[in-house]
C-alpha cells in the first residue's frame, strides 16, 4: 500500500468519524437548525465520496458489472455534498426581518445557493448521460484522470463536474474569507481560515486537472507524467479535506474544550468548596456529597455548578472573616511569603481551624478582594487557592492561629475598622 493510497482511508476515516460526530444534532436536534443539518450532509456527502477513492472500494466498484461505477457514485455523493455546504453558507448567516437591509454577501450567497440547487439536478443528469454515452470505458480503470487522459470523452466528462466543483470551492473561498476577517473569537478564525485555505486548494485543484485535461487532449502525456500528475492533485486533495474536516470541527472542539476545563475546575474545587459548605451547612442548596456524586448529578449543568461554587465559597469566606481576628491576614501573608492564592489558603484553612475550635463570632476581620473579570478568571483564580489550600498543613494553619491570638487581644474589636468590601472572587 502506498502512502498515498494510506492517506486516502485516513482522511474517508476522518471525514466519517465527524460525520458520525454530527448526526445526533443534525438528526434529532431543532427542526429550525438549518445549519447543523447541512454542515452533517456536507460531511456525509464527502465521507461516501472519499470512501469510493479508497482502494479496496475503487477496485471492486471499477470492476463490477458497470466499469468505472466509483467515478460516477463519487461525482454523485460529492455533487450533493457541495449543494449542502452552500446550504451551510446561507444558514450560519441566519435570517433577516422581512422588507429590512440584507448584506450584500448575504444576498450573494443565497443567489448562489439557488442556482446551486437547480444546477445540481442538471449536473447530475448531464454527468450520467455523458458517463454511459461518451466516456470509454471498454477497461475498467485504476486512476479515472490519467488512465483517461487524452480521451475528450472523459475531458468533457470530468469538466462538467470540475466546472460545479470549482465554482462552488470559489464561492466558499470567497465567503469564508469574509467571515474569517469578521470572527471575533480566535478559534473561530483558525476554524474558518483553515476552511478558507481549503477551499482555495480546492480551486487550484479544480482547475488544473481541468488544464491537464483539455491540453492532453491536443498533446497525450505519457503514461508516466499523467500517473504522476495526478497522484499530486489526489495529495492535494487530502489536504484540503484534512484542513476541512478540522476547521470546521473547532468550534466544536473549543466547546468540549470548555467542558473539560470546567470539569477539571470542579475536580479541583471539591476539596475546597466541600470543607467549606460543612463548616456552613445551611449555605448550599444540597449538603455536600463526594466528587463522585457531584460529577454525577446530570441535572446541573458543569458551568452553573461551577459558578454555584464559587459564589458558595465567596459567600463561606466572608462569614469566615467574623470568627478571626484583623490580624491573621498579614500573618497569613508572611506564612505564604507573598500576597496572592497560598494567602488566601493559609488565611482560609487558619479561618475554619478558628471557627472548628468554637471562636465566637466577632466583627468582620480584614480580608483581600479580588476582582475577576469575567466567570474564568473567576474560576481560574479559586482553582489557584484550592490548590494552595491542599498543600496547607493543619498544624501551620493552628500555628498562625496561636501567633495572631496575641496581636487580637492587644488590640480587641479592631478588626472591623479595617475590614474589607467582600471575599476573594
Known amino acids: 500500500m502506498t502512502p498515498l493510497d494510506l492517506a486516502d482511508y485516513l482522511i474517508a476515516g476522518l471525514m466519517t468519524a465527524v460525520a458520525l460526530w454530527r448526526m445526533p444534532a443534525a438528526l434529532w436536534g431543532d427542526e429550525e437548525d438549518k445549519r447543523r443539518r447541512a454542515l452533517w450532509g456536507c460531511y456525509a456527502g464527502f465521507a461516501a465520496a472519499l470512501w469510493t477513492k479508497t482502494p479496496i472500494v475503487r ?47 448575504v444576498r450573494f450567497a443565497r443567489l448562489v445557493q439557488q442556482v446551486a440547487a437547480k444546477a445540481s439536478v442538471a449536473t447530475l443528469i448531464l454527468l450520467t448521460v455523458l458517463f454511459f454515452t461518451v466516456v470509454d470505458r471498454s477497461v475498467p480503470s485504476d486512476r479515472f484522470v490519467s488512465d483517461h487522459a487524452g480521451q475528450w470523452g472523459a475531458t ?69 507524467f499523467a500517473e504522476t500528475f ?20 473547532i468550534p466544536a472542539f473549543s466547546k468540549g474544550w470548555r467542558r473539560v476545563r470546567l470539569w477539571r475546575a470542579q475536580v479541583a474545587l471539591h476539596p475546597l468548596w466541600r470543607e467549606l459548605m460543612t463548616a456552613f451547612p445551611d449555605q448550599p442548596f444540597a449538603p455536600p456529597a463526594s466528587l463522585v456524586r457531584e460529577l454525577t448529578r446530570f441535572d446541573t449543568p458543569a458551568d452553573l455548578r461551577v459558578d454555584r461554587w464559587a459564589a458558595d465559597i465567596a459567600d463561606a469566606v466572608e462569614k469566615l472573616r467574623h470568627y478571626v481576628p484583623h490580624t491573621l491576614l498579614p500573618a497569613a501573608r508572611e506564612a505564604a511569603g507573598s500576597a496572592g492564592a497560598s494567602a488566601d489558603a493559609y488565611w482560609i484553612k487558619a479561618a475554619l481551624a478558628a471557627k472548628a475550635a468554637g471562636a465566637e463570632a ?7 478582594t479580588r476582582h475577576a473579570t469575567d466567570q474564568d478568571d473567576e474560576v481560574a483564580w479559586l482553582v489557584r487557592v484550592a490548590a494552595a489550600y491542599r498543600s496547607v498543613p493543619e498544624e501551620a494553619a493552628r500555628a498562625l492561629l496561636t501567633v495572631t491570638a496575641a496581636g487580637a487581644d492587644a488590640a480587641p474589636g479592631s478588626a472591623s475598622g479595617t475590614a474589607s468590601k467582600g471575599p476573594t472572587a
Not at 466499469?67 to 455533487?79: C, F, P, Q, R, S
Not at 481549503?198 to 485543484?205: K, R
Not at 466577632?362 to 483581600?368: K, M, V
Open 362 to 368: 466577632g466583627p468582620a476581620a480584614a480580608f483581600d
Open 230 to 249: 495526478d497522484k499530486a492533485t489526489e495529495a492535494a486533495q487530502v489536504v484540503l479535506f484534512a484542513l476541512f474536516a478540522i476547521g470546521a470541527s
Open 59 to 105: 477496485t471492486s466498484l471499477n470492476n463490477s458489472p458497470v466499469v468505472d461505477l466509483a467515478v460516477l457514485i463519487k461525482h454523485y455523493t460529492a455533487t450533493v455534498a457541495i449543494l449542502a455546504i452552500l446550504s451551510y453558507i446561507v444558514a450560519i448567516y441566519g435570517t433577516y426581518p422581512e422588507g429590512g437591509a440584507v448584506p450584500r454577501h
Open 156 to 224: 468533457l466528462y470530468m469538466t462538467v463536474f470540475y466546472t460545479y466543483l470549482g465554482a462552488a470551492s470559489a464561492v466558499c473561498a470567497y465567503q469564508w474569507m469574509l467571515a474569517t476577517a469578521d470572527a471575533a473569537l480566535r478559534h473561530l478564525r483558525i476554524g474558518l481560515g483553515m476552511m478558507t485555505a481549503a477551499m482555495f486548494i480546492g480551486v487550484g485543484y479544480t482547475l488544473s486537472r481541468t488544464l491537464f485535461l483539455w491540453i492532453s487532449v491536443v498533446t497525450e502525456p505519457t503514461h508516466s
